[in-house]
Nanobody, 126 residues
Framework: EVQVVESGGGLVQAGGSLRLSCAASGFTFADNVIAWFRQAPGKEPEGVSCISASDGSTVYANSVKERFTISIDNAKKTFYLQINSLKPEDTAVYYC???????????????????WGKGTLVTVSS
């Protein structure tokens, strides 16, 4: 059974940093990708970043590529999203999601993902 569990969210001041973690299990990393999405209150989910488990290639939304970094620890089966210079508009529930059977990151679109975590809340105060 595929399990995806996010952690690391919390309340931070603008300008601060967080590292979100996504512990994944129940699938083989080869030919899979994992992505981070976020959903702010009253808004549609927004794709943030994606990483290929096979070659480590990454994709970032234009709005976050200069501040966010996605990475993977193969031994721990854990993915990370390092968020720097947090802004109030980063406030959202952050989700990690897995797409199975692909080797490269697809468009950061909800329908392209197969499995989802429950989310972790990031709140950025002014």
């Amino acid at each position: 059974e595929v399990q995806v569990v996010e952690s690391g969210g919390g309340l931070v001041q603008a300008g601060g940093s967080l590292r979100l973690s996504c512990a994944a299990s129940g699938f083989t990393f080869a030919d899979n990708v994992i992505a981070w999405f976020r959903q702010a209150p009253g808004k549609e989910p927004e794709g943030v970043s994606c990483i290929s488990a096979s070659d480590g290639s990454t994709v970032y939304a234009n709005s976050v590529k200069e501040r966010f970094t996605i990475s993977i620890d193969n031994a721990k089966k854990t993915f990370y999203l390092q968020i720097n210079s947090l802004k109030p508009e980063d406030t959202a529930v952050y989700y990690c999601a897995v797409s199975v059977g692909v080797s490269k990151c697809p468009h950061l679109s909800v329908p392209n993902m197969n499995y989802w975590g429950k989310g972790t809340l990031v709140t950025v105060s002014s």
